[in-house]
């Protein structure tokens, strides 16, 4: 049986949820279980994240950051798309605030992936009259794989794109790695409460606040959100008054960096200090 666990932003930016993502990967591993790391939906901008763009370009693909160290951390050769089967590429950095037409109107490419009959499978998307030059060059890359690409001209059609292919994509892929590990961690997308109703099958919720980690019963916490509105649009300030956390963790303080040298040291010392917590929830039993 396959344990699941989700780890929500307590801010929307720079929470440390991709630090603590990985370092509760990398400590379930070293106790010996098979986890691995699915971020079911991600944004990211080109010029911020641009040495992810530069290996977008190089490889062909599309991702970010985020997928990029969850693949790390997980230690398999599973390609990028299952591990984040929804990715949005915007052509500015830009805050969600939970409104869909953020997104749309800073679109630069996205992408839903799919696993079919054994085999990945993607559609690319793009806004019509698509101007940004970095953008505009990854889209001519793409269009030279036998994928399919979409030009949409309106925020109907990007809701109606999400709406078509948003469930299938994240649940393909959530099925598909279910069968490869004993814990599955979905990081959400920035400070969204329910990036994907696989959340529904969480053990433990934890929501991380730089150097202070509250941790729900899952159950308890799904159960606490309803009525609180459409949970795709709830955000972690829409419920951190409401619902009281089961454990609280400190951590050593995080600091934001992109650097890869920095955010190893950092794991490496969450590591170390989240092996007492993962022990206190019996997450590192011999049996999960």
Do not use: W
């Amino acid at each position: 049986m396959t344990t699941v666990i989700s780890v929500l932003g307590a801010k929307e930016f720079d929470s440390g949820k991709t630090t603590l993502s990985t370092s509760l990967i990398l400590t379930l591993i070293k106790k010996g279980k098979s986890a691995i790391g699915f971020k079911p939906i991600a944004g990211h901008e080109c010029i911020e994240q641009y040495d992810f763009y530069l290996k977008n370009i190089q490889e062909s693909k599309l991702y970010g950051h985020d997928a990029y160290f969850l693949r790390i951390a997980s230690q398999t050769k599973l390609p990028i798309e299952v591990i984040n089967p929804v990715d949005v590429m915007t052509k500015y950095n830009l805050k969600f605030e939970g409104h869909y037409s953020n997104i749309y109107d800073n679109l630069g490419i996205g992408r839903f992936s799919f696993y079919e009959k054994g085999k990945i499978k993607n559609v690319y998307y793009y806004r019509k009259g698509l101007k940004d030059k970095l953008c505009i060059k990854l889209l001519n890359k793409l269009k030279t794989k036998d994928e399919e690409i979409l030009e949409i001209s309106s925020f109907e059609e990007f809701l109606g794109l999400h709406k078509k292919y948003y469930e299938k994509s994240v649940s393909s892929m959530f099925n598909f790695i279910k069968e490869l590990s004993n814990i599955i961690l979905i990081e959400s997308f920035n400070d969204s409460v329910y990036p994907a109703q696989q959340v529904e099958e969480s053990k433990f919720i934890f929501v991380c606040n730089l150097n202070e980690i509250y941790v729900y019963e899952g159950k308890q916490f799904l159960e606490s959100i309803k009525g609180l509105g459409d949970p795709f649009l709830l955000r972690v300030k829409d419920i951190n008054e409401k619902i009281k956390p089961n454990y609280t963790f400190k951590l050593p303080l995080l600091i934001s960096t992109e650097d890869e040298k920095q955010l190893e040291k950092q794991i490496k010392e969450y590591t170390f200090e989240l092996e007492k917590a993962l022990d206190q929830l019996k997450l590192t039993n011999n049996v999960t």
